[in-house]
Structure formats: C-alpha cells, structure tokens
T-cell receptor, first 115, second 118 residues
Framework: DGGITQSPKYLFRKEGQNVTLSCEQN?????MYWYRQDPGQGLRLIYY???????QKGDIAEGYSVSREKKESFPLTVTSAQKNPTAFYLC??????????????FGEGSWLTVV | AQKVTQAQTEISVVEKEDVTLDCVYE???????LFWYKQPPSGELVFLIR??????QNEISGRYSWNFQKSTSSFNFTITASQVVDSAVYFC???????????????FGKGTKLSVIP
C-alpha cells in the first residue's frame, strides 16, 4: 500500500542523547516535511525538503537536524540541544511543484518522551 | 503573515446532532488554498478537503459539508448527523501560493476537539 511510514511509534530518550526518527514514503512525492505537535499548539514546521539533497529550516528548526539522501527517506534527528523535545512528531509529504497548493499527506506520527 | 484561527477549542455533541467547526483565516494573497484535516486518537492526520481561493462553491461529501466565504475569510466545516466515529481533533490549514523558500508551508490552526457522545 502507498503511504508514509514513521518509526518508531514510541521512543524514550534520556537527557543528553540524540535520537533519530525515521520517515519513509512510497508515494513518489518530491517534497517531505517534519512537524512537531504539542498539546493545544497545533502543528509547527521543523524542516522541509523540496528535492533530494536539499532542505530548508521551518519555524522551529533549532535543536533538530535532517538529511535527504534519497527521495523516499527524510530522517529527523532530535539533538541534545533541543531543550524541550517531548512531543508528537509528524512526517509528511506532497507532490512536486512550485505552487503550495499541493495536498500534504501525513504519517501516523512518533511520540518522543524524554526521561 | 498568514494566520488561522479556530476559536472553538473543544465541542461536545450528542450523537446525531449537527455540528459546525469554525475556521477564520488571514492572508494578504489573492491566491491561496485552504484545507481541513482530521486527527483521530491514533494520531495520523487524515486529509479531508482542499479548496482554492477562487472556488467559493460549497462542497458536500456525504455527511460532511464545507462553507467557504471570502467576504468573511471563513472556511467552516459542518458534520451532519454526527457519529461517535467523528470524535477527533479537526485542523484547518492555509497555504499561500508562492514560489521560493516557504512555498511549501501550511499554517495550521490550533485545532478543535470534537467529542460525539453516544
């Protein structure tokens, strides 16, 4: 089935550790995104990538890093520099194009808890 | 800067009642897109509808309907004869048509949590 797969679903991290969240899509979409969701805050954009080997910072990129070595994959690393990493993380993708009207489709999300 | 406001934080209705979720947006562009997403307890955001700024026709899909009014910058969502399975958080989002950096960003409202009571 076509879709966006995120793993793991639940992740616990000790303070000071880096963790990487996986995101894979088989929709042949060029653009991929990472959003963070906190209770009552809606979704905020962390990073996005329009094509392979290129990515841009979103609104809250500090403490996060990404890579886009393959079209289907867009992993997110939450570094120890992220002061408040406990949140729900959503990966998304959309078809290519210079217009922003393309529909963005989301994965099932990953819960990250710092212990 | 664009902005999306969903003033209703939480709504509770009894099953079979109709319910309307409000969405008000702000943008300087004349061309833009509006979206609604549903987030069930499992967490995944499910795409419901996309509407461009030039199409003000109301749309109906089964028990769902959407009322887009540019004059009031609103894009409201109505569920008719609500069911327990409609219980979720619903997000309204705005995307401006613009190339270059930032062209792929959606601005989300904070969401409305709908609880349908049997």
């Amino acid at each position: 089935d076509g879709g966006i797969t995120q793993s793991p679903k639940y992740l616990f991290r000790k303070e000071g550790q880096n963790v990487t969240l996986s995101c894979e899509q088989n929709l042949n979409h060029d653009a991929m995104y990472w959003y963070r969701q906190d209770p009552g805050q809606g979704l905020r954009l962390i990073y996005y990538s329009q094509i392979v080997n290129d990515f841009q910072k979103g609104d809250i990129a500090e403490g996060y890093s990404v890579s886009r070595e393959k079209k289907e994959s867009f992993p997110l690393t939450v570094t120890s520099a992220q002061k408040n990493p406990t949140a729900f993380y959503l990966c998304a993708s959309s078809p290519a194009g210079g217009l922003s009207g393309n529909t963005i489709y989301f994965g099932e999300g990953s819960w990250l808890t710092v212990v | 800067a664009q902005k999306v406001t969903q003033a209703q934080t939480e709504i509770s209705v009894v099953e079979k009642e109709d319910v309307t979720l409000d969405c008000v947006y702000e943008t300087r562009d004349t061309t833009y897109y509006l979206f609604w997403y549903k987030q069930p307890p499992s967490g995944e955001l499910v795409f419901l509808i996309r509407r461009n700024s030039f199409d003000e026709q109301n749309e109906i899909s089964g028990r769902y309907s959407w009322n887009f009014q540019k004059s009031t910058s609103s894009f409201n969502f109505t569920i008719t004869a609500s069911q327990v399975v409609d219980s979720a958080v619903y997000f309204c989002a705005l995307s401006e048509t613009r190339t270059g950096a930032g062209s792929y960003q959606l601005t989300f409202g904070k969401g409305t949590k709908l609880s349908v009571i049997p």
